[in-house]
Structure formats: C-alpha cells, structure tokens
C-alpha cells in the first residue's frame, strides 16, 4: 500500500482548503474491514489529536475542541480516496495532519503526513515575462542548432549516395568495355584463323 498526498499544503485564512489523501492497494475497499483516521498534531513533539475516523461502515467526525463541525470528509473509498475539507482555516490550524489507512487483506498499513500552511495573504504572482522571453530564446536556439544538424546530416548523405551512384557507373562501364573489348578480340582471332581453314 501506498499513500499520496500533497505535503506541504499552503491555504489563506479564513478559506476552505481540501486535504488530500488517496491511497493504492492490491485490494478493492471491503468496508466491513476497512480502517482509516485523519488525526492533527501542532508540531512533530506533539501529542496527535484523532479527529475523524471511519468505523461501522461510515466516516465519522469525532467530537473535536479543535474542529468542531469545519471538517467534512470528501473522499471517495470506492476511488481509494480519504481526503478531508477544512472550512473557515484559522492560523491555529497550522500543523500536521495525519492519514492512517488500513485495508486488509493488503497487510502494509499507510500512513501520510501534511504539513499544512496558513497564510494571511498570498503572495503577489510572479513576473514570469522576462523567463518566457529567455526560456523562448534558448527553444529558438536549439531548434535552429537541431535544424542545421539534421540539413547537413542530410547533405552529407546524399553527397554520399552519390559518390556510390557513380562508383557504380564506373564500374559497370568499366565491365562494359571489357566485354565489349574481349567480344573484338574474339572476332579477329576468328577472322584470322579462318582463311586458314
């Protein structure tokens, strides 16, 4: 087994951020033995607080100071997915978020930890003009460089197949004119001998 998620996740306070987690396994979900929980820790020394688990055949919130009712489970166990949403995320939500999923009869457990980020404000976009001018110029480049490389490839060989070609030529004409020279030489041995006869 196996479990993915997005670590570290950045939200703005006072928004509500998807927590996702989503797991592989050699086994389809079997819900009467299926087992997962979602728990928070503040920093890595902290004890974990479980707040939502699944149990009898459902996902279930637990009773949670911390929470209360601003987290709903999301997922989808059928597409191997235990994400959660955190609504109205409050600086105090920092930390990290836990994914423990059990789905036997797979017997490795999976685990996934999020380090979630709240932000008071997002940081301005980036000017990305000058890295698409520069990232457009070295394309250009290398594609010039690559199109010369292929031309005189190109060159080359044909100069090739035609050195060959006429090679070739020489060689059949060369053939040529000894036939041709041998079937003389044949007709005036016969000439020559003739009279003789």
């Known amino acids: 087994m196996e479990v993915l998620v997005t670590n570290p996740l950045t939200a703005l306070n006072g928004t509500t951020v998807k927590i996702?987690?989503?797991?592989?396994?050699?086994?389809?979900?079997?819900?009467?033995?299926?087992?997962?929980?979602?728990?928070?820790?503040?920093?890595?020394n902290d004890t974990?607080?479980?707040?939502m688990e699944?149990?009898?055949?459902?996902?279930?919130?637990?009773?949670?100071?911390?929470f209360g009712d601003r987290v709903m489970f999301t997922g989808n166990l059928d597409k191997n997915d235990v994400s959660i949403t955190l609504a109205d995320v409050q600086i105090s939500d920092e930390g990290l978020y836990h994914c423990w999923v059990r789905n036997p009869p797979d017997r490795v457990?999976?685990?996934?930890?999020?380090k979630l980020i709240?932000?008071?404000?997002?940081?301005?976009?980036?000017?990305?003009?000058?890295?698409?001018?520069?990232?457009?110029?070295?394309?250009?480049?290398?594609?010039?460089?690559?199109l010369s490389m292929v031309v005189v490839k190109c060159v080359r060989r044909h100069r090739k197949q035609e050195l060959i070609s006429d090679e070739q030529k020489m060689e059949e004409e060369g053939k040529l004119d000894a036939e041709e020279g041998?079937?003389?030489?044949?007709?005036?041995?016969?000439?020559?001998?003739?009279?003789?006869l």
């Open 54 to 66: 699944f149990q009898k055949k459902k996902m279930q919130p637990l009773n949670s100071d911390k």
């Open 109 to 114: 457990l999976g685990l996934g930890t999020i």
């Open 20 to 44: 996702s987690c989503v797991f592989t396994s050699c086994y389809k979900v079997d819900n009467s033995k299926f087992a997962m929980n979602w728990s928070y820790q503040e920093t890595a």
């Open 182 to 196: 041998g079937e003389e030489g044949t007709k005036c041995v016969s000439l020559f001998i003739s009279p003789c």
């Open 118 to 146: 709240v932000v008071t404000e997002l940081p301005p976009p980036r000017d990305t003009t000058i890295a698409v001018a520069i990232g457009a110029s070295v394309g250009g480049i290398l594609a010039l460089l690559i």
């Open 48 to 51: 974990r607080e479980m707040f």
